[in-house]
């Protein structure tokens, strides 16, 4: 069931008719080959019997999945007045959309290995490793990236859920004006909604390793990058000490595991950006100036 829940709220889609009810996730391509070029839409096909097999039992009857070159779509039908139907409904806040979901308090009542199956199912339709998503620029320090299009709220939830697992963000780039569009470059360009993006939560790799994947191709990368970034940083490791200079970091996760409030960041002050009162941004920030993602996540309901 948090499986299934976190699929349906990473990028589900809801439909009420009079007497059933049609459940359908995405799984997107994001790419058409993997870091080691192997077709993406054969992995995810591979994938698609062990994620039968945790939810079939569970909604009694089999699921439906097409596959394009953009994504894979299951689906599953069920009766309105089902009991699997109301539940799903009250624990996504009747929601239509992963869009407008709004998780009920006892998501966050779970045991820890029901937070982390919500979480691979989320991740599994909203993560993307990718060599490209190090750490600014760094050859080693790669990062999970989870995707999520408009929903600031479950931006905020995913995080403390992660939390609560002690894995901390790297850092989150809001879809919001002073993120996307800090020097107002493209506005002055006249290209006045391009900050108008999905929020991207960071993670570092081996901070992800207890979530992991239930996709083949996501977690055959993420072993292979984890294993990459424990590499790179024991190398940093034995130059500093051939070089005789004291490292404060004695493996990778004295390195990648810490909260923003743990660290310093920089603060770089960025002009008043005219797109700060959109209606896009959530009521609780809008019209208010921002020079971090670390102030929009602490003011947002992420912070220590």
Request: with cysteine; charged share 25%.
């Amino acid at each position: 069931m948090a499986y299934l829940l976190g699929m349906i709220c990473g990028n589900g889609e809801i439909k009420r008719g009079n007497s059933e009810t049609i459940f359908s996730i995405a799984i997107p391509h994001k790419k058409l080959e993997t870091e080691d070029f192997h077709d993406v839409k054969l992995y995810v096909k591979a994938s698609i019997a062990d994620i039968r097999n945790i939810i079939e039992p569970l909604i009694g009857s089999g699921m439906n999945f097409i596959q394009n070159n953009t994504a894979t779509v299951l689906s599953f039908n069920k009766p309105n007045a089902d009991y699997l139907t109301r539940e799903i409904l009250q624990y996504v806040g009747m929601a239509t959309s992963h869009n407008d979901v709004k998780l009920h308090n006892k998501i966050f009542n779970f045991s820890k290995d029901e937070k982390k199956q919500f979480l691979k199912g989320f991740s599994d339709v909203t993560g993307y490793m990718r060599r490209s998503n190090s750490y600014y620029g760094s050859k080693y320090l790669h990062r999970v990236y989870l995707e999520v299009p408009h929903n600031w709220e479950m931006v905020i939830d995913v995080c403390n859920l992660l939390k609560d697992l002690d894995i901390p963000v790297q850092s989150i780039d809001w879809g919001h004006p002073n993120m996307r569009d800090p020097e107002l470059k493209d506005y002055n360009k006249g290209k006045t909604k391009t900050w108008k993006r999905e929020h991207q939560i960071k993670i570092f790799a081996n901070e992800f390793l207890p979530i992991g994947f239930g996709i083949l191709h996501k977690q055959q990368a993420l072993d292979i990058l984890v294993a990459e970034l424990i590499a790179g940083v024991n190398s940093e490791i034995n130059i500093k000490s051939k070089s005789k200079r004291k490292s404060k970091i004695s493996n990778a996760s004295d390195k990648t595991h810490k909260y923003y409030w743990e660290t310093k960041g920089k603060n770089y002050i960025k002009p008043i950006h005219p797109s700060e009162n959109d209606n896009f941004i959530p009521t609780i920030i809008r019209g208010k100036h921002f020079n971090s993602w670390r102030e929009i996540a602490k003011e947002l309901g992420y912070g220590e």
